[in-house]
């Protein structure tokens, strides 16, 4: 069976250029989260979606964090304009619940700005 | 969950020995807690959970125990063995742990 799938596994852009990340999530899965992984702050929430409506977005960082799941298969992480501190490991994972299911996660997505 | 705190950072145990790893969590109404193991350029992937209701659960060389009174929580794995080698968070529902560094020395 195939697993959360994300694109690209890498991505090296310049600063104030705009990145989306995209996940499939595994099908059936009815909860979607998006996590930013780096050194100092290790795994963090940013935000996730039950039934493709954002449920909580209080760790998305800033304005220039967006997210969208316009259907049950497909989601999208976008930073317009990128900055060097936004560098680290994207990772999207799903659930078949919210905080009370185990989570499925993808490879990630290793994301550079210089 | 607000806030976890997961100790040590970093342990490094002899092959076949057992490893522990123990976390804290500060909200008494969280009802799941995760385990999940990273492997360098993998996501985290889940080795055990347990839920509220229960003290311990354990699956062939993990266990992990809770104890809800003190907040507290931990993984135990005995007879480790090289593959053993990874990072390991601790999770209350969604918030996780730090991580521990686990490194088993043949």
């Known amino acids: 069976d195939a697993g959360v799938i994300q694109s690209p596994r890498h991505e090296v852009t310049e600063m104030g250029q705009e990145v989306t990340l995209r996940c499939k999530p595994i099908?059936?899965?009815?909860?979607l989260f998006w996590y930013r992984q780096t050194m100092m702050r290790g795994l963090e929430l940013l935000i996730y979606f039950n039934n493709n409506v954002p449920i909580d977005d209080s760790g998305m960082p800033e304005d220039r964090f967006s997210a969208k799941m316009p259907n049950a298969s497909f989601s999208t992480l976008k930073i317009q304009p990128s900055e060097p501190r936004d560098s680290a490991v994207y990772f999207c994972?799903?659930?078949?619940?919210?905080?009370?299911?185990?989570?499925?996660f993808g490879d990630g997505t290793r994301l550079s700005i210089l | 969950g607000e806030n976890v705190e997961q100790h040590p950072s970093t342990l490094s145990v002899q092959e076949g020995d057992s490893a522990v790893i123990k976390c804290t969590y500060s909200d008494s109404a969280s009802n799941y807690f995760p385990w999940y193991k990273q492997e360098l350029g993998k996501g985290p992937q889940l080795i055990i959970d347990i839920r509220s209701n229960v003290g311990e659960k354990k699956d062939q060389r993990i266990a992990v125990t809770l104890n809800k009174t003190a907040k507290h929580f931990s993984l135990h794995i005995t007879e480790t063995q090289p593959e053993d080698s990874a990072v390991y968070f601790c999770?209350?529902?969604?918030?996780f742990g730090t991580g521990t560094r686990l490194t088993i020395i043949p």
């Open positions: 099908s059936g899965h009815n909860s």
């Open positions: 999770a209350e529902e969604l918030t």
């Open positions: 994972a799903s659930s078949l619940g919210a905080g009370d299911q185990p989570q499925h």
